[in-house]
């Protein structure tokens, strides 16, 4: 196995700072090694690493139900867990093709989540998708609920 080294120069002052790598690599692990900063500590909110593990993506959940509860500012949503899937994106909006709010679970945690976060009086459309190390499934049927 052949180990690449790339030091990325340049100052980083901003605050979420972005790095593109002039060409693609394969990498199976990311090691940040500190060099040097101009203060008294180094303080790491997070580093993103963007890419894809070269696999089949996840396939769509299926059996997603959504039911309002009597106080309408809640929905009860559930959905049939998908083989492989590292986690669900649920999403929903007031149009279908507006499904911009969004609630992401794990797939350790239950297929099931209290959404806490409509208004009375007004229609949602909501839909799942299911994604991996390889990439986001596309959307499940998306459903109406008044």
């Not at 980083?12 to 990311?30: C, D, G, H, T």
């Not at 794990?106 to 994604?131: M, T, W």
Request: charged letters at 25%; hydrophobic letters at 40%.
């Amino acid at each position: 196995m052949e180990l690449k080294s790339i030091k990325l120069t340049g100052r980083i002052a901003p605050s979420n700072a972005y790095f593109e790598l002039a060409n693609p690599i394969k990498a199976r692990f990311v090691r940040y090694v500190h060099g040097h900063v101009g203060a008294a500590n180094l303080a790491i909110s997070d580093i993103r690493i963007f890419g894809n593990a070269g696999g089949k993506i996840v396939k769509p959940p299926k059996d997603l139900v959504v039911k309002r509860d009597t106080d309408e500012r809640n929905a009860f949503v559930t959905w049939q867990k998908v083989k492989g899937a590292v986690g669900y994106n649920i999403r929903w909006g007031i149009k279908p093709d507006r499904l911009h709010l969004n609630y992401q679970i794990f797939a350790d945690e239950p297929n099931a989540k209290e959404i806490r976060a409509l208004n009375k009086g007004v229609s949602y459309y909501f839909a799942i998708e299911a994604f991996d190390e390889n990439g986001i499934s596309g959307l499940s049927k998306i459903i109406e609920v008044k």
